[in-house]
């Protein structure tokens, strides 16, 4: 899952003057300003949640309480925006354009066109209007997902849903969040990336096993030339876009700091042949969202139409929100915004091989099957976490109840989508929840639960 949490060197910085010159703490402060302003300003304008709620539990667990000391959010609803104040002036402010989300306003943003198009679900047995309450093991399984326990690091759990076999067998969510929440993915969003990749594919507009051709690497003798789309996929470009808890790494900087973020992500240096080594980093996922752009065309609202009538309305979903960067790239890393059963249903496509409600073939055959393959002995895929392969964090997965052929979505403080197919099961756990596990133990917990429970 991305680690996007930036709280040691954050902190370590704006207290410690030494190192001024060389890491610039005032970028640190830049970055998360970024971060407080983007998140608030989602999570206001596009999930209804409260902003001081959203300042606490969200944006202070990753920038710190020295760094969110010093900055104070304003949200201003009359223009949907949200600014950051640091000391003495102005340092990061986001605009909210609907059917866009929230985007940071910086240098080189491109004007984007509001579309306020609202998409109702439907309303068929997978998402019943009432929320379906789990009942025996399973309801004191889901107990243990939301409690919190003192000494503990906090859960803040928002939403579960539990699917199988196709249907809705247990939900809950926490105070102020329901079923019509839009939730924000963080990584999740990896998953959606794969999915608008595997639909190219299926079109014969997309072969995993070419490169990239980023029009920044055709210069003669460039390295980065024979960057496959696979590479890419499954963490492997061997990219120097080092994503790691810090403010000064070059996916934060990307994030936070860049309107274009895939131009950021193309300029980075080869560090060592693609293909050789697992390093997990956003920067590889936005390149592919540039990509998925122009092969789709029609700029943003080219690529959520096509989102809209070529995967959403098959699966039933609902209003999904798919951010941009300022270049217009959909932020296919980290920034979607649905409801938890929508995610769930995402992950049904995914438990039925890629085919929708309908019987209609949305992804490849064995797309699925590759795309939970393990990454040079790694617990990733492409675009999935898998318990495939040999990894011991796979193995503790497995002896603790999550089973082998298991694969999910993640997103950093603890948002997933777990899909198991050999047990019909889908999982879906969204939350802000703290390091260092973000409360996957608990949720491995309910799913071993939830097969006892239709064993």
């Not at 000391?69 to 600014?83: A, I, K, M, N, Y």
Request: neutral net charge; aromatic residues 8%; proline residues 6%.
């Amino acid at each position: 899952m991305a680690r996007r949490i930036l709280v040691a060197t954050t902190v370590a910085i704006l207290v410690g003057g030494g190192a001024w010159a060389v890491f610039r703490p005032d970028q640190a402060l830049r970055v998360a300003a970024g971060v407080a302003a983007h998140h608030v300003c989602s999570m206001t304008f596009v999930g209804g949640q409260d902003p001081t709620m959203t300042f606490r539990q969200l944006v202070v667990p990753m920038i710190g309480k020295v760094g969110s000391s010093l900055l104070t959010p304003r949200v201003l609803r009359d223009r949907q925006r949200v600014e950051v104040d640091g000391p003495f002036r102005l340092l990061a402010a986001a605009d909210f354009t609907p059917g866009y989300g929230c985007r940071l306003d910086l240098p080189g943003n491109r004007p984007l066109t509001a579309d306020a198009t609202r998409h109702a679900p439907r309303h068929d047995s997978f998402a019943p209007d009432a929320v379906v309450k789990p009942e025996g093991g399973l309801a004191t399984a889901m107990d243990r997902v939301f409690a919190e326990r003192d000494g503990e690091p906090l859960k803040q759990v928002k939403a579960v849903v539990v699917v199988k076999d196709g249907k809705v067998v247990a939900e809950r969510y926490a105070t102020g969040v329901d079923e019509r929440s839009p939730l924000i993915s963080f990584s999740v969003a990896k998953s959606f990336t794969n999915a608008f990749l595997g639909m190219l594919a299926m079109r014969g507009r997309l072969d995993v096993t070419a490169p990239l051709d980023a029009p920044e690497w055709r210069g003669q003798g460039d390295p980065r030339a024979v960057i496959t789309v696979e590479n890419l996929m499954r963490m492997s470009s061997g990219l120097a876009a080092e994503e790691a808890e810090s403010a000064f790494s070059p996916v934060a900087k990307m994030e936070f700091l860049h309107a274009d973020m895939a131009g950021f992500a193309a300029a980075q240096p080869a560090k060592e042949a693609p293909g050789t080594r697992f390093e997990y980093t956003s920067a590889d996922t936005v390149l592919l969202d540039r990509m998925l752009g122009e092969r789709v065309g029609g700029g943003p609202a080219g690529l959520r139409d096509f989102a809209r009538h070529e995967l959403f309305d098959r699966l039933g979903m609902g209003d999904v929100t798919m951010e941009v960067d300022g270049q217009g790239t959909f932020v296919g890393s980290t920034y979607v915004y649905a409801t938890a059963r929508d995610y769930a249903r995402l992950g049904q496509l995914y438990l039925d091989d890629g085919v929708a409600p309908d019987g209609t073939r949305l992804l490849p055959q064995g797309w699925v099957a590759w795309s939970r393959r393990s990454t040079l002995g790694a617990p990733y895929g492409a675009g999935f976490w898998t318990n495939d392969g040999p990894s011991d964090v796979a193995k503790v997965r497995v002896d603790r109840g999550f089973p082998k052929d298991g694969f999910f979505a993640s997103g950093v403080m603890g948002q997933r989508i777990y899909v198991i197919p050999s047990q019909r099961l889908v999982v879906v756990r969204f939350g802000y929840s703290a390091p260092p596990s973000y409360g996957i133990e608990d949720d491995i917990g309910l799913i071993a639960a939830a097969i006892a429970a239709y064993r």
